[in-house]
């Protein structure tokens, strides 16, 4: 029995760090192929409403890093799902009637719908007319954001179940109905984490638009072709930083809402991502951690009091600047859970690692937006960039909001632990605890699956998305450095109605 025991602690550290993998592997590829698909069609509209082939060319040429991002994105993703029947069965048995709907909408609904279009706006040109060409690629967009919901739908119950009542005599939670579907996907915490999901990804792809724009921009000119410079890649470059500083500053506002929201449906997330130490008004906002333990000697905080209170509460001073801190809301998870759980139970995540998670990301989408505003300014008027080192600098920061957006799903992902499914104390307070829609991670994993399975598994993805991985970027690489060809009639293959028709990769 000793023996099972320490096995499946060993399996359940190994599922966590499996899902842990293969999720920042594919977390790495979706919010470019969300930003980016909405952007290629925009390029294409404007052509196909302008007539200046320039759209035309930027919307094939962005479109390949498209599907090769979509492409791999596909690969990584499929393992994700495995995962729940697999890893984690006993969680999958718990909220599969909840966790399946959205899921199942996601594959039968937008999956399908952006792979058609997408296999439409590859092979169709010269086929199909203009207009239906460019609907294609708008579809696949509205595929791919409509993905997006659902898939934060599922997740944003693990954060904060709605729509659910749990069944005693099954012993699993379940859908309370068609409303209780629609609770799900139209909940508070998944509009706010939809919201600030989409703005994230049109940051990650307005600076991939722009960064590698920039860069042949500068090129173009150091080859004497600054035509090409001025009436190619300025105006790509223009569309991608106004997009970035757009989807930046809407992801500062919708992470200051949902932060707020946060606290109040995760608390103890936001305690440890936050550093609030102890209780109390007027808390000064949290700049470092210097140790693994949230405790106040560890915190150096900045001297504006009540600035973190400002952020939570809308409140500098006064009793509505109040914070809970970790011993606080240690003591209520204890008081709700001590008799189905024992006394023993850590109910606040790994707080250096949330803590560095949150500054990291607000940290980068800052930088991002900063260099948004920066590229503009030097664009303005007929100004070009022609500096290597300019170009260098956002050639170098294009990994910014990817890392970014992937600290925030660490932060989470991570932030919610010890629970899979985090219990809602505001929409269940009318609810005995032991009733309460809710479930330890640990209570998560498989019970038949031994550790040298997982771990197996485990290294054989790593390796596989290293792989993946290197090729995603050689590729991605190669169709850049190969940039666009002026004297290519793109124009003509629209024109084209044999059946003889070639695909260049993309075209």
């Known amino acids: 029995m000793v023996e099972r025991k320490v096995n499946q602690v060993e399996a359940l550290d190994l599922a966590r760090w499996q899902f842990a993998i293969t999720t920042v592997y594919h977390f790495v590829l979706v919010p470019l192929t969300i930003g980016l698909s909405p952007l290629v069609a925009y390029m294409q509209t404007k052509w196909l409403r302008s007539g200046d082939t320039k759209w035309l060319r930027l919307s094939e040429f962005f479109g390949k890093i498209l599907l090769i991002n979509f492409a791999l994105g596909v690969a990584t993703g499929i393992v994700q799902e495995f995962q729940f029947g ?20 996601e594959a039968l609904l937008a999956f399908f719908m952006e792979s058609v279009f997408l296999g439409i ?57 068609t409303t209780g579907f629609l609770d799900v996907v139209l909940s508070t915490t998944t509009l706010y984490a939809f919201a600030h999901a989409i703005a994230a990804s049109l940051m990650v792809a307005g600076t991939l638009v722009a960064g590698f724009s920039i860069w042949w921009m500068v090129r173009s000119i150091k080859q004497n ?13 223009q569309l991608g930083l106004k997009v970035l500083a757009a989807a930046g500053i809407l992801a500062i506002g919708t992470g200051h809402f949902i932060g707020q929201h946060i606290y109040h449906v995760q608390p103890t997330k936001m305690i440890a991502a936050m550093g609030i130490a102890e209780s109390g008004e007027a808390h000064p906002l949290a700049l470092a951690m210097t140790g693994t333990e949230l405790t106040h000697d560890n915190i150096i905080a900045l001297p504006i009091p009540g600035l973190e209170s400002f ?40 707080p250096f690692i949330a803590f560095y998670s949150f500054r990291i990301m607000m940290a980068l989408g800052f930088a991002s937006t900063g260099l948004a505003v920066l590229g503009l300014l030097l664009l303005r008027g007929n100004n070009l960039i022609r500096s290597d080192a300019i170009s260098k600098l956002y050639i170098w920061s294009l990994p910014f909001p990817f890392i970014a957006s992937t600290f925030g799903w660490i932060l989470t992902e991570m932030g919610r632990q010890p629970w899979v499914v985090y219990p809602n104390f505001k929409g269940q307070a009318d609810v005995a605890p032991s009733e309460m829609i809710k479930l330890l991670t640990e209570s998560g994993v498989s019970q ?56 260049s990769f993309a075209y």
């Open 86 to 105: 697999l890893n984690w069965s006993e969680y999958s048995r718990y909220v599969g009637d909840i966790f399946g709907a959205p899921l199942a909408f």
């Open 121 to 177: 706006w590859i092979f169709g040109r010269g086929r199909i007319s203009p207009k239906a060409h460019t609907v294609s690629i708008w579809l696949v967009a509205l595929g791919t954001n409509l993905s997006a919901l659902f898939i934060l739908a599922a997740n944003s119950f693990m954060q904060n179940p709605v729509g659910a009542v749990f069944n005693p005599e099954t012993g699993r939670a379940e859908l309370d109905g």
């Open 225 to 237: 072709n600054e035509a090409e410079a001025r009436e190619l890649w300025k105006p790509a470059a």
């Open 311 to 350: 952020m939570v509460t809308n409140h500098f001073t006064g009793e509505d600047s109040y914070l809970m801190g970790v011993d606080e809301i240690q003591e209520k998870f204890e008081d709700a859970f001590a008799e189905e759980y024992g006394n023993d139970v850590n109910y606040m995540p790994n």
């Open 448 to 503: 038949s699956v031994l550790s040298i399975e997982v771990l197996l598994s485990m290294v054989i993805f790593t390796v596989l998305y290293g792989v993946l991985g290197v090729v995603w970027f050689v590729l991605i690489r190669r169709y850049v450095r190969e940039g666009i060809n002026p004297t290519k009639d793109v124009e003509a293959l629209f024109d084209h109605k044999s059946d003889d028709l070639k695909l």
